[in-house]
């Protein structure tokens, strides 16, 4: 068997720093598990820009065609906010999706024990929250024409276009409806049908593919109230499945009931290829933070579960990520705490070296 491949693009701001510690992980794996991955390094967002003039180099990009997966640090920062938008850094990551096709999005957001204090809810309505949200990523309405900006008389007018087709809805359901039968076979689909066409067909689509799966519990939910039953009572979720639009915007308010942002792995899953894997990219939802880019302040953790998902999603190593998850939550017991987990009596300190050396400890000590 071929040794499973991996393309790291860290990208921009603490998206180094937070994949130095995946790669120091990735090398415990081969030295201690014999769990090797050929590993090859490239540029996304802002520094491909820097040296190639655009924000994904179409020889990173075919090498993305070739690997098992990529993992992706983050894209970003002021100094490229005067580019135009079509080179702006953020367009090297929609352009991965998009000719990817990763059209399915999964977000967790787990609360870990240790973590709870830190949600602005309280611990009651948190701990022990285990949600994953499953957001269709490469159609809806930041991909539907027509879009952008003309002049109708005297003035202008900002254009885009909510557009989904059947099989673009089918397709999301289905990678939904298969991760709800190895959870708590729940499902709630969300979307805007009292007022949009679109939200009619997601419906009417979600319906014909849970006659399917008759072991899961459906439900629907207004994207609207969805926002709110997120913030009322988060633990009545398992899987939520939604659109582009409303999955961008719930995913980042169920994140926030976890405490921090820096804690939240993110997976993007395509097609199968040839070998049966699926295309898939893992990236930290956090963004690129060039506030605190190069102070070993950043939390790797988030970067790290992205690579646990990696390991559970795409290399069929379960155990072996849940292993890493553990390592985690036990660090996390410890009281050990980047910046951004900081403010509790007790807690140690580390940059994010340390952190990943700790997490490294922890492995060690499951052996």
């Known amino acids: 068997m071929s040794t499973p491949s991996l393309l790291i693009l860290p990208g921009d701001g603490i998206g180094p720093e937070v994949m130095a510690e995946v790669v120091k992980i ?38 993305a065609h ?22 702006k850094p953020e367009r090297g990551l929609l352009r991965l999706r998009k000719e990817l096709d990763l059209f399915a999005n999964l977000r967790p957001a787990q609360c870990f024990d240790a973590l709870a204090d830190f949600s602005s809810l309280k611990k009651d309505i948190v701990a022990g929250l285990d949600i994953m949200i499953v957001r269709e990523l490469t159609s809806g309405i930041y991909f539907g024409e027509p879009r952008g900006i003309i002049t109708e008389g ?3 007018v900002g254009i885009n276009t909510q557009r989904y087709t059947e099989s673009e809805i089918r ?48 439900s629907h939910m207004y994207a609207d109230n969805g926002a709110m039953q997120l913030v009322r009572a988060p633990k009545q ?25 820096g804690m ?11 070998n049966g894997r699926p295309r898939a990219m893992y990236e930290p939802v956090h963004g690129s933070a060039p506030d ?10 988030a970067c790290i579960l992205s690579f646990a998902m990696a390991l559970r999603y795409s290399f069929d190593e379960g155990a072996e990520a849940t292993r890493l998850e553990t390592a985690i939550e036990k660090v996390l017991a410890d009281g ?12 140690t300190p580390v940059t994010t070296s340390e952190m990943g050396d700790k997490i490294i400890e922890a492995l060690n000590a499951s052996l």
């Open 26 to 63: 990735i090398d415990w794996y081969g030295d201690k598990r014999g769990l090797n991955f050929d590993v090859s390094m490239d540029l996304v967002g802002g520094a491909a820009y820097d040296k190639h003039g655009v924000p994904l180099a179409d020889e990173t990009m075919a090498k």
């Open 66 to 87: 070739e690997v098992d997966a990529v993992l992706l640090g983050a894209v970003g920062g002021p100094k490229y906010d005067v580019l135009d938008f079509s080179v």
């Open 154 to 156: 005297n003035e202008r």
């Open 171 to 218: 397709r999301v359901a289905i990678a939904a409806f298969e991760l709800a039968m190895k959870r708590s076979k729940k499902l709630c689909s969300m979307e805007k049908a009292n007022v949009m066409e679109s939200g009619i067909l997601w419906r009417e689509v979600v319906e014909e593919v849970a006659k399917d799966y008759p072991e899961v519990a459906v």
């Open 237 to 261: 979720f398992d899987v939520i499945v939604t659109d582009n639009l409303f999955g961008d915007i719930l995913s980042d308010c169920a994140a926030m009931l976890t405490g921090s942002l």
């Open 264 to 274: 939240l792995p993110s997976a993007s899953l395509g097609a199968p290829m040839a």
């Open 292 to 301: 605190i880019a190069g102070q070993g302040k950043a939390n790797p953790i």
């Open 336 to 347: 050990v705490r980047t910046a951004d987990l900081l403010g509790e009596e007790g807690a």
